[in-house]
Every structure is written in structure tokens, then in C-alpha cells.
DNA sequence: CTCCCGATAT
DNA sequence: ATATCAGGAG
């Protein structure tokens, strides 16, 4: 089946994407649980190579034990271990998590930042991390999201080839206007999880057949 | 590029 | 059995 669709990456394209995944899931939000920057934060990095519900299984505990920064900053590196242990990669998130706090209490009085040029100082945290913190904590907009799904459909949808992660952002953001960059990658790890699974794409029932170039129909 | 890593879908 | 899950560091 040969690609008859508007060409990929071109302005015809992007917007039927947009307005097609706009009305399948008009309500698209990050589903990770949290009432703070901090909480959003630590949640964020448990995400890594995770599904959502596995790390909002372990966070209500964690949340009521590790109240502020300083807390994190203080417990020790097994103990912590054990507190996010069925996240997976757990040896390097409670590494990561102790360092990250103990930055924000030494530069930040425990406080998260609030700008992608202080947050990716963070270590640990990179421009998918930082980027989802600003939209969902602060309601800043400074990049586009791009995790495995994002990555993902857009190299189905020929909006980019990179595999990198901060060179996909980089062209995403020159293709898609900035006035999507809040809401549709949302849409589009619904739709990655949803339709276009990474192992098993189900393209028959997908409604961006008609311009999608990798579709198999 | 490799490594980290438990849980789940296929 | 194996690929994959809202990644990032060395």
C-alpha cells in the first residue's frame, strides 16, 4: 500500500493530525498522581521505563513518608531503594532522587525551579523531565515533550527520523506550532498507548491512516 | 553505544 | 521467551 496522504512534516498534515487527535481525546492530561512541584517531580523520574499506574501504585506511600526535599536528601541509599524498588531501575532513581534533592536543598531552599535552563542542571534530569515539570507543575511551555511514545509516533508519522530524543524536540519544535506544544503530546502518548502501540501498531482501527506514511492497512 | 531493572503484554 | 514501559548518565 503506497502513501497517498499530504506529505509528511508539511503544514496539511500536522493539522489534521492535530484536530483528528484533538477530538479523540479532548481531555488528554498527564496521569501521574501529585499535589506538588516536588511530588511531580519525583514522580516523573520513577516514570522511566515505567507505565503511570505502576508508578502511582508506589507514590501515595512514598509521598506520606518523604514530605520535602530535605527528607529525600537524608535517607539512606537502601533505604530509599526499597521504597521505589518495583519501579525498576531502582539502584539509579534513589540515587538519582537523593542527588536531585539534595541540589534543590543546597541551590533552591527545596524548592523546584522554574525554568528548563535550571531544571536540566538537576542531575538526573533531562529535557522530557524538565519539560513535563514546567507544563504540569507551572504551567510553562518552553519545549515540546517527547518520551518513548512521542518519539515513537512521530517517526511513524514522518515528522522526524531522529531516534535522539533532544534532536526530535528540536525538530518537532520547528514543525509544530507553539500553540500545541502544551496539549498534543499528551494526545499523542494517548494515542501511542491506545492505537499506535510500539510492538503491535493497531492501524486498522486508527483514525491517521490517511496521513500516516507508515500505516499497514 | 551500553547500562540500569521490575512488571506486564504478547 | 522477549519486547516494552511518560529516561538519563557514563
Redesign the pocket.
Known amino acids: 500500500m503506497v502513501y497517498t496522504g499530504p506529505q509528511p512534516g508539511s503544514s496539511e498534515q500536522i493539522s489534521a493530525i492535530v484536530e483528528e487527535l484533538r477530538g479523540l481525546y479532548p481531555q488528554a492530561?498527564?496521569?501521574?498522581n501529585f499535589t506538588t512541584p516536588l511530588e511531580l517531580l519525583v514522580a516523573?523520574i520513577l516514570?522511566?521505563?515505567?507505565?503511570?499506574?505502576?508508578v502511582n501504585a508506589v507514590t501515595p506511600q512514598l509521598f506520606a513518608k518523604y514530605r520535602s526535599a530535605q527528607d529525600y536528601a537524608q535517607v539512606g541509599q537502601e533505604e530509599l531503594e526499597q521504597d521505589v524498588?518495583?519501579?525498576?531501575?531502582?539502584?539509579?532513581?534513589a540515587k538519582?532522587l537523593r542527588a536531585v534533592c539534595q541540589y534543590l536543598v543546597d541551590h533552591y531552599h527545596g524548592e523546584v525551579p522554574q525554568s528548563i535552563d535550571e531544571l536540566v542542571k538537576l542531575?538526573?534530569?533531562?529535557?522530557?523531565?524538565?519539560n513535563?515539570v514546567l507544563v504540569n507543575a507551572f504551567g510553562v511551555t518552553e519545549g515540546f515533550?517527547v518520551?518513548?511514545?512521542v518519539g515513537?509516533v512521530s517517526k511513524r508519522l514522518g515528522w522526524t527520523q531522529h531516534?535522539d530524543?533532544a534532536r526530535a524536540e528540536q525538530e518537532l519544535m520547528r514543525l509544530i506550532p507553539r500553540s500545541e506544544w502544551s496539549s498534543l503530546?499528551?494526545r499523542m502518548?494517548y494515542h501511542?498507548?491506545a492505537t499506535c502501540?510500539?510492538?503491535?501498531p493497531r492501524c486498522t482501527s486508527c483514525t491517521l491512516v490517511a496521513y500516516c506514511p507508515s500505516a499497514i492497512i
Open positions: 492530561r498527564y496521569e501521574l516523573t516514570a522511566a521505563q515505567c507505565t503511570d499506574e505502576r524498588k518495583s519501579t525498576g531501575f531502582y539502584r539509579n532513581k538519582t542531575p538526573g534530569v533531562a529535557r522530557k523531565t524538565a513535563v515533550i518520551d518513548t511514545h515513537r531516534e530524543a503530546p499528551h502518548i501511542g498507548r502501540a510500539a510492538r503491535k
